[in-house]
């Protein structure tokens, strides 16, 4: 069997469908890897409460049947997905120090979170989308987002992101690896893996391209104009008060985007200027990224979310007789007034 340090220098040579990879966890800290796993099992377990309590809410409450918690519950079903589809390999290695995985498993793995994450940026632009008919054309928001195209939007979501990854994957087996076996993190990334293999992954690198500028690129893009456009309509609004009641509907949203695409910039900055530097940097970015923040995603955009609901949801008011005489005016019945909040 090969030692660690025959699969760090690359002495043996495999190809993909016998390989095996060793993951790795934090160097140089492997004797205090059971005191590590306690906070990232506390990040997990609140990932997975959290966003189970969101799912059950929004069942739950019919007031928030409505396209932009439709697209939240999605958000909090992508989340669990991530959590499931990295937490057997991140206990494995803090809590048994088990390293090895199968290239097949690996390259599931692989699959489920490079497909969630771009499900992710999907349901980012749904979202913005959402938000600019609902402020730059309430009056047909009813009749353009119905629960019917909510539907449609989150199939074409899940077919758009689940089959564009086998391409590359599929591929990965038939590699052939002489380089180390050592992944850099504790869990298997497309990026990862394809730089271990002696073979011609000219493909894998040009078709990655494609998928992080088709994907991810447009759509930033696609959020990035339709603040833009939401930025001009509120600007338009004359009184202050309807402005910031405007932008108060955008704030759940866009600390969603700033907690996807903050923590990606700086792993890929990390991966572009700092090559060399320490690998606990690379590891720990990664982690912030695909552990922490994703599994908390939900967790804290909800409550701002559902606090928005307050303020555009109808609300019930009730009217006033003649207070004191009330004992003379029981021959005719009460009545409430709902009234949507309008400015």
């Known amino acids: 069997m090969a030692t660690w340090d025959s699969l760090k220098t690359g002495s043996n040579s495999s190809t993909g469908h016998s390989a095996s990879f060793y993951l790795t966890g934090i160097p140089g800290y492997e004797n205090v890897h059971h005191f590590i796993s306690i906070p990232l099992c506390v990040f997990y377990l609140i990932g997975i ?59 599931a793995q692989m699959y489920f979170i490079h497909t969630f994450s771009l499900m992710e940026s999907a349901v980012l632009l749904a979202m913005a989308f959402d938000r600019y008919v609902a402020i730059c054309n309430p009056l047909r928001y009813s009749s353009k987002l119905t629960p019917q195209c909510i539907v449609y939007i989150e199939v074409f979501i899940v077919i758009r992101c689940s089959i564009v990854t086998p391409v590359v994957l599929a591929r990965i087996p038939t590699f052939s690896f002489c380089h180390s076996h050592v992944l850099s993190y504790s869990f298997c990334l497309h990026q990862d893996v394809i730089r271990l293999a002696c073979a011609d992954i000219s493909f894998n690198i040009v078709y990655g391209f494609f998928v992080v500028a088709f994907y991810w690129g447009v759509d930033s893009l696609g959020v990035f104009l339709s603040y833009a456009f939401i930025l001009h309509a509120v600007l338009g609004i004359s009184s202050q008060g309807g402005k910031l009641k405007a932008l108060n509907t955008c704030v759940s949203h866009i600390c969603a985007v700033l907690i996807l695409y903050v923590p990606m910039i700086g792993l890929s900055l990390v991966h572009r200027f700092a090559k060399h530097s320490s690998a606990i940097i690379h590891i720990t970015m990664a982690n912030v990224y695909l552990v922490i923040v994703k599994l908390d995603f939900g967790v804290i955009v909800s409550p701002m979310a559902t606090l928005n609901s307050s303020n555009t949801l109808s609300s019930t008011f009730y009217l006033t007789g003649i207070p004191g005489y009330e004992d003379f005016t029981t021959g005719f019945p009460s009545h409430s007034v709902s009234s949507t909040l309008l400015e």
């Open 49 to 107: 409460v959290g966003n189970s309590t969101i799912l059950h809410i929004i069942h739950m409450d019919k007031s928030l049947h409505e396209p932009m918690y439709y697209l939240l519950a999605m958000l909090s079903l992508t989340d669990i997905g991530m959590s499931i589809s990295t937490l057997p390999t991140v206990l494995k290695i803090f809590w048994f120090d088990a390293r090895e995985i199968e290239v097949n498993a690996c390259v």
